[in-house]
């Protein structure tokens, strides 16, 4: 192995990359060295610092401890602070958090509330001050152990008192800025010794806490709502072992939770279970991949992305030495991608653990590419002074899976490769359509296009190219809309040119089940004897989620043939799989108004599952001429609201113009509307409805207030919503006092109970980017029954590290608490990434696909979304090297 080491300081950049990771070696600045300090017990890093805990360091007292501050990026040493009021045996230092440059400190033996009460001290890390110090208040307090574990984030400081009420354990809250002590928090169903609080982690408004002697020390985990101080879910030991010390070392990845057991697993060396939050189920367990060499698996871990640190205490290094080793493993497939250890590694070095199995403290940092792992028992100036190695770079396979490159040759497509991806849609099987553009010696210059698949039973490969005649005399010129919702049936609609082919007949829309070659389903100059005229235009198409729920199109006659005329030239045409007409509705019939006023012009559809939305226009009096629909297939049609009815909770203004529609499985409506009348001005003349509640109510109109924000904050636009199981999510622009244009745009979730949740906000903190605020909301794409993918670029970020994807499941039916319905982050900008075979690479950009929304904002009816209803998804990423990859699969 090739390795470079450099002590106190990372290797220049510019030096030629090593086979392995470069390691360098950082170690304690202390007045006079002290043996076993244990420099290197807690670890932490950002994106700008790294702070290392020497909880036994004794220049102020015995044990009073101290930390030390290095350049994340260079390694320079910066800083040594020390507690201004330290004593003997405070232990200043066993755990560390960083923030931004915020620096929380644990000392949990520290006196100053009652003896061993603990104590959390706040640093600024920029300048070196003392912000504030933590106290325990309330009883029970001897012997608590505030600060045995911290974290810190945008809003909170964490603290585990894992020692308080006999060892049951609890975790303080703290305000970050106030340093108001919010709540403690207890477990349920706590019991003594069950050390709740042992080790710690945040992520916005939820707290995971380890309580590793729960059930006879086999361990358990518990999630929290820091915002309102409740328990929302506990983890037992799956393998329910006695003394595996499950809750040992936990943290957040996305929607996962991630906990250390370590003395769990088949052969008590230790494992790392991987929950997911959502429905708190056991995604799986990370064993060490050589048993018998890795003693203390889990006592300490950090994850990043897809990657994952987990420290082996008493594991064996490269040179067969029980100094510890620490694991990196691709959390995303669970599959182990290299072992690290120090070269110079001392017997019993505890390298990836603490200064010993009592101790707590987390000794791995996981930051961007960067790993720190702390040796807290090797030996240095004096013995067991400690010390702590970098790694870098860490680089792990890509979180999803590749589906396309551009540069890949098209399978099907002669002598031609991708130069550009469309907008692919993905159904419920996790399969893919994907538009294309094609170059090389096949494409014509460039100039031919192309429609792959890997649907069903057929693998992945050529559905359809323009230019070439499939063997019809029909041969595709472009390719329209993608629909892409069933597990048998795609839709793609398709210009042809060839012989007989004039522009009324050059329209298709085409079925693709993956078995044979694409079905022509109807044409453009077909005969439509259920509507009695032919077909001039095929305009969007929605498909429901069943082969059995069929699909719809709107579409246009030919006026002039068979009598049709501007009165009833349109309409809606539900069909089978087959192309088989099954129902219409269409301009001229009668509508279910009281009147039964005939429909006018219909030119919008949606389908979800099996009930349609549609505008129409009224043939009647200009004040309501025109109106929103809903048919359920096979059963009747109703009014869901008329321009001129009085607009609920708009006073007396009444509707004017419906801008767009959508509709849920339940058949709750939802729609975007202009109006007029009384105290109407173009500073409130348009809102979002929805009968999601059993009847018509008001979602948000312009100019009204804002839940939850400050006095004065408005809507001032709606941008896109869409309606599910009675809930109501929408994209806004803001406008107001403090409004500009870094926080003036925000994607909502009305709940069952009418309350407003804030799923992400532009200029707020960005879920898990250590500080960053959102930026620019820049897509939004929602999958049925819940699933939302957000991509949206970073403020106060290293323009290296300045855009993120965030998704999540805000409508799953096992979700009782509204935090878990915000998105997790999943995906940022500047990782590495290698696939163990080609260069190690970074993402440049992450690019999420449109699709959900059509153009009027109304979402999810039943055209084609590069999400589906579990999560899966499709994205495209490119990377430092300008290669493009089209990636599936689910975070």
């Known amino acids: ?138 009883g029970n307090l001897p012997n608590a152990g505030l600060g045995c574990s911290v974290a810190i984030n945008d809003r909170y400081v964490v603290a585990g008192a894992a020692g308080r009420n006999l060892s049951r354990g609890t975790v303080a809250v703290f305000d970050r800025m106030t340093g108001d002590l919010l709540f403690d928090l207890e477990a349920s169903d706590g019991a003594n010794t069950d050390s709740l609080g042992d080790s710690v982690a945040v992520s916005g408004n939820l707290v995971l806490a380890g309580a590793p002697g729960d059930a006879g020390s086999s361990g358990a985990a518990y999630v929290f709502d820091a915002s309102r101080g409740t328990e929302l879910a506990k983890f037992d030991n799956p393998d329910g072992g006695a003394f595996d010390f499950f809750g040992t070392a936990v943290a957040f990845n996305g929607r996962q939770a991630v906990i250390g057991s370590d003395n769990g697993g088949d052969a008590n060396e230790g494992a790392v279970f991987l929950f997911d939050l959502l429905t708190q189920s056991l995604i799986r367990r990370i064993d060490p991949p050589d048993l018998g060499n890795s003693l203390g698996f889990g006592h300490c871990l950090d994850v990043e992305g897809s990657l994952a640190v987990i420290g082996a205490s008493s594991g064996r290094n490269s040179r067969d030495v029980l100094s510890g080793a620490a694991y990196v493993f691709d959390l995303a497939r669970g599959e182990f991608i290299s072992k690290v250890s120090p070269p110079d590694g001392d017997l019993f070095a505890s390298f990836g653990g603490t200064l010993s199995g009592a101790d707590t403290g987390n000794s791995v940092a996981l930051y961007g590419n960067r790993a720190f792992v702390g040796a807290p028992n090797q030996d240095g100036a004096v013995p067991q002074a400690g010390a702590v190695y970098g790694f870098y770079p860490l680089a792990g396979p890509l979180p999803l899976d590749t589906f396309a490159a551009v540069g890949d040759f098209v399978p099907g497509a002669f002598d031609a490769v991708y130069t550009q991806f469309g907008d692919p849609v993905i159904n419920d099987n996790g399969q893919i359509m994907l538009p294309s553009v094609l170059g090389g010696p ?228 939802a729609f975007r509307a202009t109006l007029r009348g009384a105290g109407v001005t173009s500073k409130n003349n348009e809102g979002l409805w929805s009968d999601h509640s059993g009847s018509l109510q008001l979602i948000a109109r312009k100019g009204d207030q804002v839940p939850g924000m400050d006095a004065g904050v408005v809507y001032s636009r709606i941008l896109q919503f869409s309606v599910s199981f009675s ?142 209803s579990s999560g899966q998804m499709a994205i495209c990423v490119q990377f430092d090297n300008r290669a493009k990859e089209l990636l599936k699969g689910k975070f």
């Open 442 to 669: 096949g494409s014509k210059g460039g100039k031919r296009f192309a429609m792959v698949a890997d649907i069903f039973s057929r693998n992945y490969g050529l559905v359809a190219q323009s230019g070439v005649d499939p063997g019809s005399g029909l041969i595709p010129v472009r390719f329209g809309q993608v629909t892409n919702n069933q597990q048998d049936l795609a839709l793609f609609n398709v210009v042809v040119s060839g012989a007989g082919v004039t522009p009324a007949n050059n329209q298709l829309l085409f079925g693709y089940d993956g078995d044979t070659n694409p079905l022509q389903l109807f044409r453009t100059g077909d005969l439509v004897p259920a509507m009695g005229g032919v077909l001039s235009k095929i305009g969007e198409v929605a498909q429901g989620r069943q082969n059995f729920q069929g699909q719809v199109a709107a579409v246009e006659l030919a006026k002039g043939i068979n009598g049709v005329t501007s009165a009833d030239d349109s309409g809606l045409l539900f069909f089978g799989s087959n192309g088989v007409p099954t129902a219409t509705i269409q301009e001229g019939d009668a509508s279910p108004l009281l009147a039964a006023d005939p429909y006018g012009t219909i030119n919008r559809v949606g389908l979800v599952e099996n009930v349609a939305v549609f505008r129409a226009g009224v043939q009647a009096d200009p004040t309501g001429n025109e109106a929103v629909f809903r048919h359920l297939l096979g059963g009747a049609t109703e009014v869901v609201a008329r321009k001129g009815d009085t607009a609920p909770g708009a006073g007396a203004a009444v509707f004017q113009t419906f801008l767009g529609e959508t509709i849920s499985a339940f058949s709750d409506t």
């Open 1 to 138: 192995m090739s390795f470079l080491l450099a002590s106190a300081a990372f290797a220049s950049a510019a030096l030629a990359q090593t086979y392995q990771p470069r390691i360098s070696q950082f170690f304690a600045r202390d007045t006079q060295p002290t043996p076993v300090a244990s420099f290197g017990n807690a670890v932490d890093a950002n994106e700008r610092w790294l702070v290392v805990g020497e909880p036994r360091n004794d220049d102020t007292a015995d044990n009073a401890g101290a930390v030390y501050v290095f350049d994340v990026t260079t390694g320079r040493f910066l800083r040594k602070l020390t507690a201004p009021d330290g004593q003997a045996d405070d232990f200043f230092g066993n755990s560390v958090a960083v923030f931004g440059s915020w620096l929380a400190v644990g000392a949990f033996n520290q006196d100053e509330a009652a003896p061993n009460a603990g104590a959390v001290y706040l640093f600024d890390l920029s300048k070196g001050t003392l912000i504030r110090k933590l106290l325990p208040t309330g």
């Open 727 to 868: 809930e109501v999510f929408f994209v806004a622009k803001l406008a107001g006092p403090g409004i500009k244009k870094t926080n003036d745009c925000a994607a909502f979730l009305l709940q069952s109970d009418d309350s407003l949740l804030v799923l992400l906000r532009e200029g707020d903190e960005a879920p898990g980017c250590d500080g960053a605020k959102v930026g620019v909301l820049q897509r939004v794409e929602l999958g049925y029954f819940g699933s939302c993918a957000i991509v949206a670029s970073l403020a106060g970020s290293p323009a290296a590290r300045n855009q993120a994807l965030w998704s999540g499941d805000y409508l799953d039916p096992n979700i009782s608490a509204q935090e878990l319905r915000r998105p997790f982050l999943q995906f940022r900008k500047g990782s590495l990434h290698s696939n163990l075979v080609s260069n190690i690479v970074r993402t440049r950009s992450i690019v999420l696909p449109k699709g959900s929304f059509d153009r009027s904002g109304a979402g999810l009816r039943g055209a084609g979304s590069p999400i589906n």
